[in-house]
């Protein structure tokens, strides 16, 4: 196996986990004070993370695309967060998780026409049986 697929599989599993924590988190809270506890504990253990294990000589090789896109996708995260946690907060985890998950299709969208990756019969089936269940999932 790729170590890839394994980062992967601990990301998959990590975020399973995510979801039913945060949810049991903001009994009695806002969904908005939840998210802002929340990101302060993922800021303080990335920082530490980061410390430990990038080494300094790296930083400097940041460049002004890196720090564009990169606080990019941080606008989005947190615009993705704060939609999620809002949701959370008012609906069951399973179908705003499954919901959430249909990232994944529109990253592989946007992967085809931004980055030109290549979608497979087999990625568009994926994709299809992604909508699939999200349709049967979240009606109700």
Known sequence: MPQWVFWAVLSM???GFTSVIAKQGLA?????LGLTIRTV????F?????????????VSGVRAVNLWWLGASGV?????WIFYYKALKVGDVATV???????VVVAMLLAAWLL?????????????????????IARR
């Open 116 to 136: 030109r990756e290549h979608l497979t019969p087999r990625m568009l089936l994926g994709a299809g049986l992604i909508v699939s269940g999200l349709l049967v």
């Open 97 to 103: 998780a499954l919901i959430d998950k249909g990232s």
């Open 76 to 80: 989005t995260t947190a615009l993705s």
């Open 13 to 15: 599993f990590f975020a």
């Open 28 to 32: 009695g809270i806002s969904g908005e």
């Open 41 to 44: 504990f993922v800021f303080v």
């Open 46 to 58: 990335v920082l530490v993370f980061a410390a430990l294990f990038v080494p300094w000589r790296e």
